[in-house]
């Protein structure tokens, strides 16, 4: 069983449109994550939740929206798609810092 | 604020050398510190982790780092270089208080026979 899965790995599709990616952790860790990996490979924490709640919410245009339903999953919702939207989104999660787990990644492609 | 610099971009060694990539970072207290691999199109792996304790840890494929309080750093080290440790390095840097993790900028590691 994958730990953190991350669904689609692949997504292109054009400016202007509204895409979502989900996310969904088997771990039981109450804090999940959304990194954004730009095309020189620097990771960026964009948001983080703990037990539905948000915690962490970087400077993040407003048309990127997660959404926790529980505490195992964590989806990203983004809007009106940008061409600097381009990037690989990964999902994570952690259990009071002892460790963080990381999906495989979502490669967003904007075109 | 917490930061992580690797100072390193690319490195390249030969197969069979030895290996130590460099990290350092800046916090007011004890962080907690990871080092990730990526491999190409692939996603992040956890070689090792320091939280306390013993300054010299040891983390998978045979890696182990060194915390030194006192230059701030966290370097990671190899012995002897295997082709497929070919990848990207990630050193992080974690608040014990609100868990959020800081990525260096990576190191490119190549290895040539």
């Known amino acids: 069983d994958t730990a953190v899965s991350q669904t689609p790995k692949y997504l292109v599709t054009q400016m202007g449109n509204d895409k979502s990616i989900k996310c969904e952790q088997n771990?039981?860790?109450?804090?999940m994550y959304w990194y954004k990996q730009d095309s020189k490979k620097f990771l960026k924490i964009m948001f983080s939740?703990?037990?539905?709640?948000?915690?962490i919410n970087e400077t993040v245009p407003n048309r990127f929206s997660p959404k926790s339903p529980d505490k195992a999953h964590l989806n990203l919702h983004i809007n009106s798609l940008e061409l600097g939207d381009s990037a690989v989104y990964f999902c994570?999660?952690?259990?009071?810092?002892?460790?963080?787990?990381f999906g495989s990644g979502t490669r967003l492609t904007v075109v | 604020a917490q930061s992580v610099t690797q100072p390193d971009i690319h490195i390249t060694v030969s197969e069979g050398a030895s290996l130590e990539l460099r990290c350092n970072y800046s916090?007011?207290?004890?962080?907690?510190l990871f080092w990730y691999v990526q491999s190409p199109g692939q996603g992040l792996q956890l070689l090792l982790k320091y939280f306390s304790g013993d300054t010299l840890v040891q983390g998978i494929k045979g890696f182990e780092a060194e915390f030194k309080r006192s230059q701030s750093s966290f370097n990671l080290r190899k012995p002897s270089v295997h082709w497929s440790d070919a990848a990207e390095y990630f050193c992080?840097?974690?608040?014990?208080?609100?868990?959020?993790?800081?990525f260096g900028t990576g190191t490119r590691l190549t290895i040539i026979p």
């Open positions: 771990l039981g860790h109450d804090t």
């Open positions: 994570a999660s952690s259990q009071s810092s002892y460790g963080y787990t």
């Open positions: 916090y007011g207290a004890t962080p907690y």
């Open positions: 939740y703990n037990n539905k709640e948000l915690i």
């Open positions: 992080a840097v974690a608040s014990p208080r609100n868990e959020k993790l800081t």
